[in-house]
């Protein structure tokens, strides 16, 4: 197999495929485009040799579908040579077969036990700091040749403790400096972190382990499913466009609860494709709708379109009031919502330059939070709160090389 066809490759590519390591780390901050030259590599690697087989495995199996799988089927999808050496690709089962007798599968396990079944010649722990050590020790064990692993360095895990300086492994350390095809727009956000929070920009602007601390929202816990008998309170929605994601939820109550299911998250989307959008993931067009009252001119327009739809009302200290309200309920968030538990993960409130926390949150990644936020204000009222006042604890559930002296080459 060629890399020269539609697969740019990267500097983090060839380190991947060039690397001897038993284990190959790779410790990247956001866009670093670490899971996408992996991926390369495994293809590589199924074509080069029969028989082989590589197991991509996930926290589960909605975040493995938003992210390692979607990569996975971008660079198929985008190699001619790549297609006509896959024999098939089974979507239920979300296995690549290769004429040759190569496979690539993706798959989640529950735990340790559930591990022991099946061997293979490459693992690659997509997100590790979502898989627990019993399962990666499992799989570990029943792996021949070589194992590769990624994560964004929020704050020290088992790779850490019981992996990196030890021998056998490489820890490769990388940002989205590497990734050439990052958008400017993108790389500007992500620097911006730097006057923002400092922690937050060391972990995902320089791929640095960091200890996120002071998170907005720590009440939340991860679901299966929405329950049947639960009450829809209304749907949040957040414009963007070009470089911002829209995003849309639905919130719903039961026994003093809150839960919220991610329904969309998606750029470049205009007003029409956001109403075909709505109608495709089965949105009644008798949901209440709270969208951002910045955007009148887009409310009005889906508002033709049959949506019931408003503008929040924000009014003075919004954020701090929305936010106090979110803070009173158990929020559960659904498995399959898998960009509302990523930007959970990093909002957090701002640190001015002397270290003094500020009443008010980092304003970045919040396509999802800010539409919980307008729903929370305006559909979930102060006095009916009482009983769902929540008592809950503040809590959620060898050797290296960074890349940057590699940049010129």
């Given at each position: ?130 898989v ?16 590769f ?30 990734n ?53 309170v ?7 466009f ?76 919004s954020?701090?009031?929305?936010i ?36 008010e ?21 102060i ?17 290296g ?9």
């Amino acid at each position: 197999m060629t890399n020269d066809e539609n697969h740019e490759a990267t500097i983090l590519f060839k380190h991947n495929y060039s690397s001897t390591a038993h284990i190959v780390v790779n410790q990247g901050g956001t866009s670093s485009g670490k899971t996408y030259a992996i991926e390369q590599v495994l293809f590589c690697l199924a074509c080069e040799t029969e028989k082989q087989v590589i197991t991509v495995v996930g926290q589960d199996i909605p975040n493995l579908k938003a992210g390692a799988l979607r990569d996975a089927l971008a660079i198929y999808n985008n190699s001619e040579t790549l297609r006509s050496a896959v024999k098939d690709y089974n979507k239920s089962e979300r296995i690549f077969e290769f004429h040759n007798g190569s496979l690539i599968e993706f798959k989640s396990y529950d735990n340790g036990q559930d591990a022991k079944s099946g061997k293979r010649d490459y693992l690659f722990v997509n997100e590790a700091n979502g898989v627990e050590w019993p399962i990666y020790t499992e799989l570990a064990l029943r792996t021949k040749k070589r194992i590769f692993i990624d994560y964004n360095p929020n704050t020290e895990f088992w790779v850490h403790d019981q992996l990196i300086g030890k021998p056998g492994v490489e820890l490769i350390i990388s940002d989205h400096r590497h990734n050439p095809f990052l958008d400017q727009h993108t790389r500007d956000k992500i620097e911006m972190l730097r006057d923002i929070d400092k922690e937050l920009w060391k972990v995902y602007a320089r791929g640095i382990t960091g200890k996120i601390t002071g998170l907005v929202l720590n009440n939340w816990f991860l679901c299966n499913e929405i329950p049947k008998d639960a009450a829809l309170v209304a749907a949040g929605l957040d414009f963007g466009f070009t470089n911002d994601e829209t995003g849309f939820i639905q919130i719903y109550r039961q026994n003093g609860e809150l839960w919220v299911d991610e329904l969309i998250y998606q750029t470049g989307l205009t007003n029409s494709d956001i109403s075909a959008k709505m109608v495709e993931v089965g949105v009644s067009k008798t949901t209440p709708i709270v969208a951002d009252s910045a955007e009148p001119k887009s409310i009005e327009d889906l508002r033709r379109l049959g949506w019931r739809i408003t503008g929040a009302k924000k009014g003075p200290d919004s954020v701090k009031n929305s936010i106090d309200i979110l803070r009173r309920f158990k929020i559960n968030i659904t498995r399959r919502s898998v960009n509302l538990r990523k930007e959970l993960a990093r909002y957090k409130w701002r640190v001015d330059q002397s270290g003094k926390v500020l009443n008010e949150p980092v304003d970045s990644w919040n396509h999802l939070i800010d539409p919980l936020r307008y729903v929370a204000l305006n559909k979930l009222k102060i006095n009916k709160l009482a009983a769902a006042t929540s008592r809950l604890p503040h809590q959620v559930n060898a050797h290296g090389y960074t890349l940057d002296n590699l940049l010129s080459i």
